[in-house]
């Protein structure tokens, strides 16, 4: 009989993928994600942080009572406060898990925390005992484990569990360790804690030195039995472990792992491509697994060789991780079931009245393009999606003139509850930076522009054009993204799109940073 083991997927895409600079999500969208990351087949999604703001609350509170199927784990501190809060979030999910962490190396307890090592034990102990009171599913990460010494991490790791928790996670905090560190680090935990038969030993992954997932791998190999990533390895600094490299490397080389996860892979492009319409991080071309060009066959050698047999230049199908054929596919005569098929492909999962929404464009834009590919249907989905943001600001009507001989001039209309605003100007660098002004002087909110892009959603003259930008607003980062067959009007629809971000951010008093410091 094979002893193949079954490794636990654990994806903190909604909550250490959020904490990506620009890539905090709202409501609508993360439930987006967790539909879709449910559909993905993870074992677990860390739905959020619960004390950190009411939206990470209400989000873990929403996804907990959405997807039965999974387990949803909210984040807590070592702290009475935190743990209520998570719990509070948490309670009414069918398979909740608290997921508490306090740091152990010398340096968090000298310099961050100002703890002995007696009392981060009393405070781990007490962290976990409190939140095994609430559920049976508890999880415990020594933050910055992978710098911690090996006898205190032995320690409180052995007392975390004799306190009930159920799955302890070994953080590499900041992407520290080394493939060989790591590996022989959960041996060791392995070898030494006594009661470690009695947990899951897991592994939290950062990518600072480009070794994250190699770093999951090594502590599969020796032992480890969950794995915390994120779709498109987002996340804090240079992101986490990504899902889909693992996942792929443990099925590609099975032979050598000897475990299996419960992904269903070929949704991992789907997914892949959510994320990254959702957070405003595009994913690198040459990416693995889900990159434009991961199965692409450049050299006249590997194409010969492709074609006479496939194996001699790909170790995977591309169909086995959810690239399609071809991605023409709609035109003015389809019909809702067929967008309703593309939309689901895509990875998106619409509600019957945003399918609703999302066909009325659609018959707009096929009135003005004959062929609608994949990025349109993406684009429009992505628009409504922002669109029930809780948008304060909308764009009424604007006009713009640019030219070689002057200033450029804008007027621009706003709304605002049923109230119309409009502002006249003729100054900045430029037509953009003209609309910036305007915007400025219209919404009362400031903008430093971090970044700015506009690109074509699909190929020819005739695509939408997708406008992103993050700008920056009392020291906080937010994303804007726009699409329309005007750039100037994308432009626009994404500068409001932030700035609507930054108003519900300030409704929501979460205009400080979703920090993960104790
Ligand atoms: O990187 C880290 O240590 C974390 C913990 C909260 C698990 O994200
Ligand atoms: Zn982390």
Redesign the pocket.
Known sequence: MSDTRTITIFD?TLR?GE?SPGASMNLNEKMEIAQALGDLGVDIIEAGFPIASPGDFEAVREISGALRDTTICGLARCNEKDIDRAWEALKHAEKPRIHVFLATSAIHREFKLKMTPEKIIETAIAGVTRAVGYCDDVEFSP?DAARTEHDFLCEVVERAIEAGATTVNI?D?VGYATPEQMGETIEMLVNRVPNIDKAVVSV?C?NDLGLAVANSLAAVANGAGQI?CTINGI??RAG?CSLEEVVMAMRTRGDFYDCRTRIETERLVPTSRLVAAVTGIQVQRNKAIVGRNAFAHEAGIHQDGMLKERTTYEIMRPEDVGFAKTDLVLGKHSGRAALADRARALGFRLTGQQLQNVFEQFKVLADKKKEIYDGDIAALIQQELDDVTNEEWSLSSFKVTASTDGAPHVSLTLERGGETFTEELSDGDGPIDCVFWATEKITGISVVCKEYHVRSATIGRDAQGEATLMVEHQGQTYRGRGVSTDTVEATIRALLNAVNRIAAALDDGAAEPTS?VD
């Open positions: 903190t250490d904490q933050e953080p905090t939290h950062h915390e996340g804090e986490n993960t």
